[in-house]
């Protein structure tokens, strides 16, 4: 079993950046494809980007493309999301979850465990 907690969220302007970071429990967090995922008021939880168990492929949604970067630390049992040119439609409550599969994957039902989240609030 893995747990993860979010950290870094906050009020940014736009334009401005924000660093993510997710931190996991245990000793087998290499073994996890990991992702991030975000849930704005009244819409559905949206993928935003998933790295491989070793970090050499990475996956982004369309929106945040060319903005934001995923990375992954497994010395530190860590994975980040890099934020930049930050929009007010960025603003959600943010996500890490891990996925024991061995595919990087977009679909948040193959993703087993889910930290609490972390709030991204981008003014204009």
């Known amino acids: 079993q893995v747990h993860l907690v979010e950290s870094g969220g906050g009020l940014v302007q736009a334009g401005g950046s924000l660093r993510l970071s997710c931190a996991a429990s245990g000793r087998t967090f290499s073994r996890y494809v990991m992702g991030w995922f975000r849930q704005a008021p009244g819409k559905e939880r949206e993928f935003v980007a998933a790295?491989?168990?070793?970090?050499?492929?990475?996956y982004y949604a369309d929106s945040v493309k060319g903005r934001f970067t995923i990375s992954r630390d497994n010395a530190k049992n860590t994975v980040y999301l890099q934020m930049n040119t930050l929009k007010p439609e960025d603003t959600a409550v943010y996500y890490c979850a891990a996925d024991p599969g061995l595919v990087v994957t977009t679909n948040a039902y193959r993703y087993d465990y889910w930290g609490q989240g972390t709030q991204v609030t981008v003014s204009s």
């Open positions: 790295i491989s168990r070793s970090g050499g492929s990475t």
